[in-house]
Structure formats: C-alpha cells, structure tokens
Nanobody
Framework: VQLVESGGGLVQAGGSLRISCAASGFSFDDHALGWFRQAPGKEREGVSCISTSDETTFYDGSVKGRFRISTDNAKNTLYLQMNSLLPEDTGVYYC???????????????????????WGKGTLVTVSS
C-alpha cells in the first residue's frame, strides 16, 4: 500500500492550490479517505474526509466553504482543492485511507482507526501573508 501526496508549494494569502494523493495497493471501495495537516509546533488535525461508498464528506470548521475534497476512483487519486488560503493553513498535508465506511469519525479521531489505516508522507503547503 502506498499513498503519495503532491502539489504542495508556496502561495500567497487569498490564492488557491490543489493537492493530490495517488494511492496504490488497495481498492478505494468501502474506504474513507482524508486530508490531515500539521502546522509547525502543533498536533496533526483532520481537515476533510470523504467516504468512497456514498461520497459523504466532512470538513473541519476552519476550512468549510473554502476547501473541497474529491476523488477520481478510476485513477485511485484523492484531491483537495484549497481556495481563499490563509497563512494559518500553512502546514504539512497528509493523505490517509481508513478501512471504514464512516466519514467524520476518522477525521476527528484517526487514532481510533490506527489498526486499519494507511498514511502518506506529506506535502508542504506554505501560505504567505
């Protein structure tokens, strides 16, 4: 199983960026996929998750209305479109896959799914003010 993030970079506040996560070694079926981020000096937090079974989504309140999560099941790829970026969106963004049909729970409590999750190594997003 492999998850590889790409698309991170430096962007000015108010700008947009789309990051991707290419998955291999498992089927997207009946999984929850998510984006998490870790800012310098802070704990990793859930940003957004999506269920591949019914496409229900979850967004953290800090990104709701600005970010959009999506999948391309044919390409086994997860995306996060980030608009109206803020300096506080800066951090390393990780994608993860969870063997569950739940959507919000893996985003809010990923540790509860530690025995059935896969993680990428992250891509850095830096938003300048």
């Amino acid at each position: 199983v492999q998850l590889v993030e790409s698309g991170g970079g430096l962007v000015q506040a108010g700008g947009s960026l789309r990051i991707s996560c290419a998955a291999s070694g498992f089927s997207f079926d009946d999984h929850a996929l998510g984006w998490f981020r870790q800012a310098p000096g802070k704990e990793r937090e859930g940003v957004s998750c999506i269920s591949t079974s019914d496409e229900t989504t979850f967004y953290d309140g800090s990104v709701k209305g600005r970010f959009r999560i999506s999948t391309d099941n044919a390409k086994n790829t997860l995306y996060l479109q980030m608009n109206s970026l803020l300096p506080e969106d800066t951090g390393v963004y990780y994608c993860a896959a969870f063997a569950t049909i739940a959507t919000a729970s893996p985003c809010m409590s990923p540790a509860d799914f530690a025995d059935r999750s896969y993680w990428g190594k992250g891509t850095l997003v830096t938003v300048s003010s």
